[in-house]
């Protein structure tokens, strides 16, 4: 763990911008603070660079249908669900009861699917789910519109951390120190006019590759039922790709 003055100091030392023991002024600190900004507000963009999927609960109100996520910078707005607003919602649960507890996945609607919506005065337990994507709220619009106060489930990307002053600490899991170093290092070289050398831009495409080799999501192969089929004795037989045959 770092803070995030001394990754800019290694990533300044790391482009040649700075000489060994050499100390950033001021106006290097600031510009270096907010080029490290924009390349982790970039990088949420990005599922790869998501670390976790987030999962939280929220219940709806009998009778509403919208409701907006977020949390405004200049604390004016203040939001439905008061949590970081979901750069991208993964998938969506409607929770019928808690003890036990049974779900009903909710089905995430596009721009045009949510348009095509042509009767909006239904009023049962929600099937559908869109998010507007607005900024700094984002809205969410359930149809049908809940009839209880149902609770919900929302899997969302992690976003990662936004840094407010550069005594604060970096804590990221492993792989995430390397490679913001070695990365901010590539921009502050073009921000202060230096050539990046062939290895440092090596080290920053690997150190990021290492990432979001273990943040990509993990594909399930699943078979189609039909190649499935019954054996004489009732046991079910099982369709094999790779020789053609059902054993």
Request: glycine residues 4%; proline residues 6%; contains cysteine.
């Amino acid at each position: 763990m770092i803070t995030v003055q001394n990754a800019i100091r290694a990533a300044l030392r790391k482009s040649n911008v700075l000489a060994q023991g050499q100390i950033p002024n001021t106006d290097e600190l600031t510009d270096s603070f907010e080029e490290l900004r924009r390349m982790l507000d970039a990088w949420c963009a990005d599922r790869l660079n998501a670390f976790t999927v987030r999962f939280d609960t929220y219940t709806l109100t009998n009778q509403k249908q919208s409701y907006t996520i977020g949390i405004d910078p200049a604390h004016i707005l203040t939001a439905d669900f008061n949590a970081p607003r979901p750069t991208q919602i993964v998938s969506a649960n409607l929770q019928f009861s808690q003890s036990p507890v049974i779900r009903r996945p909710l089905v995430l609607m596009t721009d045009e699917q949510w348009a095509a919506k042509r009767l909006q005065e239904v009023y049962t337990f929600p099937a559908e789910l869109y998010n507007d994507g607005n900024d700094p709220l984002s809205t969410l619009y359930f149809y049908p519109i809940p009839d209880a106060a149902y609770t919900i489930e929302l899997y969302t990307w992690q976003q990662l951390s936004t840094y407010a002053a550069l005594t604060d600490n970096i804590i990221l899991p492993p792989g995430y120190e390397d490679a913001i170093v070695l990365n901010l290092a590539v921009r502050l070289a073009l921000e202060f006019g230096k050539r990046p050398t062939p290895e440092l831009t090596m080290l920053a495409t690997q150190a990021k590759a290492l990432i979001e080799s273990k943040n990509s999501p993990k594909l399930l192969l699943h078979g189609d039922p039909a190649l499935k089929t019954r054996r004489g004795n009732g046991l079910g037989g099982n369709y094999n790709r790779f020789t053609g045959l059902t054993e």
